[in-house]
T-cell receptor, first 111, second 117 residues
Framework: SQQGEEDPQALSIQEGENATMNCSYKTSINNLQWYRQNSGRGLVHLILIRSNEREKHSGRLRVTLDTSKKSSSLLITASRAADTASYFCATDERGYSTLTFGKGTMLLVSP | DGGITQSPKYLFRKEGQNVTLSCEQNLNHDAMYWYRQDPGQGLRLIYYSQIVNDFQKGDIAEGYSVSREKKESFPLTVTSAQKNPTAFYLC????????????????FGDGTRLSIL
């Protein structure tokens, strides 16, 4: 199956810095979603951006979507140690019934 | 509080044994999903169900079975035919896309970690 690909696979930063993660996908989509997963836990939905939107904000999160390049980015501003987690993008590349998840970016924020 | 409950948190399987993972939700969601996650990997879809008494195979359904007799419940059985069952299993639910034809956010349980004895 086709999957979104996150980049980088791992990212290590200091508290207060910004973290940027990228996601690429292969076919047309209706929307793209970002999720967060703390170690050993389930995923938590962060934000959904529709194909006709270019940018969306939620608190310290900023998501962009470029459908011409089939890519999205997630920016976390002023990161905190509590932001340490894996972040996944998910698309509806295979239709609206299911989501296709990428392999994720592991973010480590050091105090 | 509404949410999804998966049990047990840890499960061990012996050779040749079937085991069943429980997933219950009280979010009144129509759609439910089972995923498998291996270390350092993304989620792979095993089965999904959009309405009661109906379910569809995902990408890796071989060696697994499900039932959807109630809206709230979507148990997953890992059969002895699944030769490499060691993984982290996640259940999720969502509002059915319906006429919007647009995927909805999925709500996840906290997973069941299955290991082989």
């Amino acid at each position: 199956s086709q999957q979104g690909e996150e980049d980088p696979q791992a990212l290590s930063i200091q508290e207060g810095e910004n973290a940027t993660m990228n996601c690429s996908y292969k076919t047309s989509i209706n929307n793209l979603q970002w999720y967060r997963q703390n170690s050993g836990r389930g995923l938590v939905h962060l934000i959904l951006i529709r194909s006709n939107e270019r940018e969306k904000h939620s608190g310290r999160l900023r998501v962009t979507l470029d459908t011409s390049k089939k890519s999205s980015s997630l920016l976390i501003t002023a990161s905190r140690a509590a932001d340490t987690a894996s972040y996944f993008c998910a698309t509806d590349e295979r239709g609206y019934s299911t989501l296709t998840f990428g392999k994720g970016t592991m973010l480590l924020v050091s105090p | 509080d509404g949410g999804i409950t998966q049990s047990p948190k840890y499960l061990f399987r012996k050779e040749g044994q079937n085991v069943t993972l429980s997933c219950e939700q009280n979010l009144n969601h129509d759609a439910m999903y089972w995923y498998r996650q291996d270390p350092g990997q993304g989620l792979r879809l095993i089965y999904y169900s959009q309405i009661v008494n109906d379910f569809q195979k995902g990408d890796i359904a071989e060696g697994y079975s499900v039932s959807r007799e109630k809206k709230e419940s979507f148990p997953l059985t890992v059969t002895s035919a699944q030769k490499n069952p060691t993984a982290f299993y996640l259940c999720a639910s969502s509002i059915f896309p319906g006429t919007a034809n647009s995927n909805q956010p999925q709500h996840f349980g906290d997973g069941t970690r299955l290991s082989i004895l």
